[in-house]
């Protein structure tokens, strides 16, 4: 880590591990303290906002990427549009059911926020096997939006989340 900015140093002390969260053999990376540091939050914030480029929206993945993805938003002067769990959105755009590490998952697009031809951003707080990232990607795809980059906060290395995702152009924060 020594090649890291200081304050990036500073954030990865604040991420917790916890073992066997939320089953056994499952290694937790908790963000809890980065968001609780004003300091940290605005470190994070500040960096995934450099990385949308040419973006004209930020789309952050349930749950903590929303809270990654809209900080950045912010930050860059972007709209957000939240990727939910299913049966969570009043009016569905697409919906995509996906293998996790430890089950599967279904996230869903709201309705009438992403349009054809839209470059977006999309942003969660870590990068594992990659199941998410690439359901969320497929689901503005399918809205006809285009996926210009993906930024998490932490990638877990040696997982192949990174290779499924394509040609999108991944960025992480911190990787372990």
Excluded: N, W
Excluded at 135 to 151: E, H, K, Q, T
């Amino acid at each position: 880590m020594s090649e890291l900015d200081p304050d990036l140093v500073r954030v990865r002390g604040l991420v917790r591990d916890v073992p066997d969260h939320p089953q056994p053999g499952v290694l937790f990376r908790d963000i809890t303290p980065v968001l609780a540091d004003a300091e940290a939050f605005t470190t994070v914030a500040t960096e995934l906002a450099s990385l949308v480029g040419a973006a004209r929206l930020v789309a952050g993945i349930e749950a903590r990427g929303f809270l990654l993805g809209s900080a950045a938003a912010l930050v860059a002067g972007l709209g957000v549009v939240p990727v939910r769990k299913a049966g969570k959105l009043p009016k569905v755009a697409a919906s995509r059911t996906y293998q996790l590490e430890y089950g599967t998952a279904t996230l869903e697009l709201p309705a009438d926020t992403v349009e054809p031809g839209t470059d977006v951003f999309l942003v969660d707080d870590v990068l594992a096997t990659g199941g998410t990232a690439a359901a969320a990607c497929d689901l503005v795809a399918s809205a006809g939006g285009r996926v210009i980059g993906f930024g998490v906060l932490l990638e877990i290395d040696g997982l192949g989340g990174r290779e499924r995702l394509g040609d999108v152009p991944v960025h992480a924060l911190l990787t372990v």
